[in-house]
């Protein structure tokens, strides 16, 4: 399974691919940040944000997209602009004819970490280590990106084979 997982922002939208299965080593396919100037028009910045995602799904050919969901914080402009990438990532997803799942970001950190309340450093030691990287990736939008896409791998997984049970259990029709 290949996933990009995107960490949505409008500002830095980090992106990360990572392909594997559950219990194997994961590979990572590649990384990045997408920037976009606070100066610019906001039609402009999701423009911005729309080529650079529909890049990266060309360049990687994802089988899925995830996204971290967003999630209530005090600071309204900085909810906006994090959903408002979202917006665009699950758009671009659903265009290329990709399936877009959520997570939470204490969902990523735990299936990494092993902790919902892992810190940034701890999310991205953590990532380097399941994807054998020697260096860190940055900024820290980049890392979270292949958090989110590690989350996927592991838990899109065990989804999977529920999905499976349930409709096995059910029998045909």
């Given at each position: ?20 299965t559950a219990g194997r080593p994961l590979t990572e396919i590649g990384h990045g940040v997408i920037c976009t100037s606070p ?135």
């Amino acid at each position: 399974m290949r996933v990009l997982g995107v960490d949505p922002g409008l500002t830095r939208c980090g992106f990360g691919v990572v392909e594997g299965t559950a219990g194997r080593p994961l590979t990572e396919i590649g990384h990045g940040v997408i920037c976009t100037s606070p100066a610019e028009d906001l039609g402009l910045r999701l423009l911005a944000l729309a080529a650079g995602l529909r890049s990266a799904i060309g360049e990687h050919r994802p089988h899925v997209v995830a996204v971290e969901r967003v999630f209530s914080q005090h600071n309204v402009r900085t909810v906006m602009g994090t959903a408002q990438a979202s917006g665009v990532a699950i758009l671009v997803a659903a265009t290329a004819g990709l399936p877009v799942v959520l997570h939470t970001p204490s969902e990523v950190k735990a299936a990494v970490t092993g902790s919902g309340r892992a810190d940034k450093a701890q999310v991205t030691a953590m990532v380097m280590r399941l994807l054998k990287l020697s260096v860190a990736p940055a900024p820290a939008d980049a890392a979270d990106a292949l958090a989110l896409a590690i989350c996927h791998v592991w838990r899109g997984a065990a989804q999977d084979r529920l999905d499976r049970a349930l409709s096995a259990s059910r029998g045909p029709g």
